[in-house]
């Protein structure tokens, strides 16, 4: 497992003095500019700065207040955070006091694609540099003193184009990575000559030769599972190799109730049990991922997870006239339900004035029983069936579409199924 240096105090107090000004900062709510760092020429969207500097913290934006009040006059005023986040490419070339990057260091330039740092004396990158930096696709750490490097500090970019010339790194596990991105082409890395220290040489990155050092493989005991509404189901995710490699099912989503329990299997696997209990209908169709990871890289995988469930009538309206006059309703259940439907208590059948249109969303059939031009003589107790293997479930309306045309008392002898052959089972 790759090792983390605790920094010195100095720098830690540091790290949370500079956090507390940046949070001071985004509270300003006034009409400001933020002024460009010692040595360095700025523009809205770039920080270069390529003087010699002997500074040691990363280059930051300073406030500056023009003394206008935006609440009195009406001045626009532009946030804080706005203004970093417009900053896009940030260039930083011999500043020889430079040896960290920190989360805290990039956390406001959230809009960023562009970072380079190079020729400095970067000697470290802190292993959340760049969470806050998801649209960063160009970095270039060229001719920097880093020792090792994570693959990890990138995992959530789409890197374009990772610039490491220059970088002599120790030839070790940690390191494997960038040799197997070289090999797939990945971020440019294949049109780099890159090198490692043996200790007592320097030799080229692709002929380091690492055994007992590769990415881990990753199984599940199921690929699929189909369970009842209510049941307990134990699903377990395998990661083996060299390093060991962690596991983790990332199912914090889920509705049901969860526990993870880890074994490890001498001498190279890491299991981690997933037990779910009371499974949820709300988690029927879900997808179950787990990943494994060590210092050379990431396998992960999905379960399918299926949740079968009795029907169940979410809505079933009374008529609205749109184009044409709607029942509207929605059904759920796992497998689908099929669905019927009744006027006083006899099976309708589809015709050109009465039918069903529907859609399937996930485990829910959803439409309208559709009317055209309907009269007096439809009004009535309509009652909507959805059945699946599971159950049947059944809710009645009351629907009234238009009065009879004429008073006093009235005998309905036309029935609204009389001149039509919805079929026995109405499916979308």
Known sequence: METRPVPPLPLRFSSCWRLLLLLSVLRVCVSS???????CSCSSTEIHCNKSHQGSFFP????HETGVDAGNNGTHSTSISDLFQNITSIHIENWLGLQTVQEVDMALYTGIQRLTIMNCNLRTIQSRAFAQNPHLRYINLSKNPLS??????????????????????????????????QQRGEAGLHNQQLFCNTGFSQIPLPL???????????????????????DRVTITCNGSGVPVPDVDWKVNSLHSISTQQATQFP????????????????????????TTENIVGMSNTTVHLSVQFPPTIVRFENPEKWHDTCMMFIVRGQPLPTV????????????DYIRMEAEVYRDSLEGCLIFKNPTHHNNGNYTLEARNVLGVATKMVDAHFMGAPFDGDYVEFVHPTAHSPVSPSLTP
């Open 208 to 230: 380091l030769n690492i055994s007992h050092c590769d990415v881990p493989e990753i199984s599940v005991t199921h690929s699929s599972l189909t369970v009842n509404e209510g």
């Open 267 to 290: 001498p190279h696997v890491h299991s981690l049990t997933l037990t779910l209990f009371n499974v949820s209908r709300d988690d029927n169709l879900s997808l179950l991922p787990c």
């Open 148 to 181: 090792t490097l994570s693959w990890q500090l990138f995992q959530n970019l789409q890197l374009i184009d990772l610039r490491l010339e220059g970088v002599v790194f120790n030839c070790s596990c940690e390191i494997r990575w960038i040799q197997l991105w």
């Open 340 to 351: 019927r439907f009744f006027y006083r208590d006899v099976e309708l059948q589809q015709n």
């Open 33 to 39: 500019v933020l002024e460009c760092p010692p040595t």
């Open 60 to 63: 930051l934006l300073a406030l």
